[in-house]
């Protein structure tokens, strides 16, 4: 498929460290703003009108011939461009590139849009920079904050404030879209499928069913700086043995709850070699098949790690800095994108415990999700892949969502105001 590979190599070297492999596509970093100038590109080759909303997000419209006025009713695909450390190619830019190459699948099939379409690239959904996933979704649903995500800091000190100016734009803007609801009638984001599932089952593509409860904790140990070579063991107060136990706790904790737990995320303090640890901020991931799961997992993880540190004489202070609840995409949505996907034979229904800007979006519009099969199951590092072959088969599956839900159906909303 000419269209999506075109795309696809446009991208592949932006932001990408020689030395991993990886992608270090950080929110409003220059990769990031590269990123964001290829989108603006691609919406203008297509004659697509392009945005930058109040927080960040891009949105490229294409409206139906002598629509006026503002949007309504839309179809919306998309996902992010922004990666992890060293992550893969596929995470958040397969969305975006698939659906620009949908974009010109349907062109290609004389198909005329009767609702508008937008493409649109949600800004910092992994929260690699600054903490906080989905920065750009969760403000627009008014799930986070704007005086909160302004303060947000990442690893230099710098706030998002402050690289919202260096990257000319204006801070005091970010809040709660009021049109969201009014402009997307439904918002389906394509996914490289972060697990294994799918090539367990030898399918390429899959329907999402639900999104697991997940949330981030931060676990902060405080204890006393010494020499590592003059203070004996007995004299020591070394946060590092108690963040030890909680990676410990932490695993057998999810496994005795069918959960995953995850300290992926470490700040020492002095972070010497040859001295003891004053303090240590670690970052638990947590996911569960449902809420109350993963309200006692993280309980559990709390509970006997705070035992232990009270036993040793370190300090522990545990910080909720961002919870989600679980997702269920509305059935009807989920099962007219089935029934469309029918001519492509079994189409396999399924959860997943990754988080997602469509499970943000949730709470305010239809949303529903395809994921694309990942042989390896491997996501979140250079090893992430999709074969070619079926990254055109979702690009393909989305054009045919797209064509059938806007020529298809009741009549679109007026769009004169």
């Known amino acids: 498929m000419r269209c999506f590979d075109t795309l696809w190599d446009e991208i592949l070297e932006v932001g990408r460290a020689p030395a991993t492999g990886g992608y270090r596509r950080f929110a409003w970093t220059d990769a990031d703003m590269t990123l964001r100038e290829w989108f603006t590109g691609c919406a203008a080759q297509r004659g697509m009108q ?17 629509w006026t006025g503002d949007p309504t009713g ?64 969760q403000l627009s649903t008014g799930a986070l904050a704007p005086e909160r995500a302004l303060g947000l800091r990442d690893s230099d000190g710098i706030t998002l404030a402050e690289a919202l100016r260096a990257a000319g734009r ?22 490289v499928e ?29 204890g006393e700086a010494n020499h590592a070579g003059a203070t004996r063991l007995v004299d020591r107060r070394d946060p ?23 300290f992926g995320k470490l700040s020492v303090l002095p972070n010497g070699a040859n001295a003891i640890a004053s303090e240590i901020r670690a970052w638990l991931d947590a996911r569960a098949a449902d809420e109350p799961t993963l309200r006692r997992l993280v309980a559990e993880i709390g509970d006997r790690t705070r035992a232990d540190a009270d036993g040793s004489g370190i300090g522990l202070r545990i910080e909720a800095e961002s919870v989600t609840p679980i ?35 949730s709470a305010v519009v ?52």
């Open 170 to 191: 204006d801070p005091g803007g970010l809040g709660a879209d009021p049109a969201l609801a009014r402009r997307i009638g439904v918002f389906v984001e394509l996914h």
């Open 50 to 66: 392009v945005e930058a909303d109040r927080n960040g997000n891009l949105w490229a419209w294409w409206l139906p011939p002598g």
């Open 74 to 137: 839309a179809f919306v695909t998309g996902s992010h461009l922004d990666s992890v450390p060293d992550g893969g190619a596929y995470d958040g830019p397969l969305g975006v590139v698939s659906a620009f190459a949908a974009v010109d699948l349907v062109r290609e099939r004389g198909v005329v849009p009767r609702r508008p379409v937008a493409v649109v690239a949600f800004s910092d959904e992994e929260g690699a920079r600054f903490g906080v996933a989905c920065i750009g979704s």
């Open 240 to 262: 590092m043995l108690s963040y030890a136990t909680a990676v410990h706790t932490a695993r057998h904790a999810a496994e005795l709850h069918a959960a995953v737990a995850t």
């Open 327 to 361: 997702v269920e995409f509305p059935a009807d949505v989920r099962d007219r994108v089935s029934e469309v996907l029918g001519h492509l034979g079994d189409v396999p229904v399924l959860p997943t415990a990754a988080g997602h800007d469509a499970g943000i979006l």
């Open 194 to 222: 972060q697990g294994r599932a799918l090539d367990l089952v030898d399918r390429p593509l899959a329907v999402a069913s639900s999104i697991w409860p997940h949330g981030r904790w931060l676990f902060t140990f405080t």
């Open 366 to 417: 239809p949303t529903a999700m395809l994921f694309v099969r990942n042989p390896t199951g491997v996501s979140h590092s250079p090893a992430e892949f999709a074969r070619p072959t079926d990254c055109h088969l979702g690009a393909a599956a989305l054009a045919d969502l797209m064509a059938e839900w806007t020529v298809t159906g009741p009549n679109p909303p007026d769009p004169t105001p």
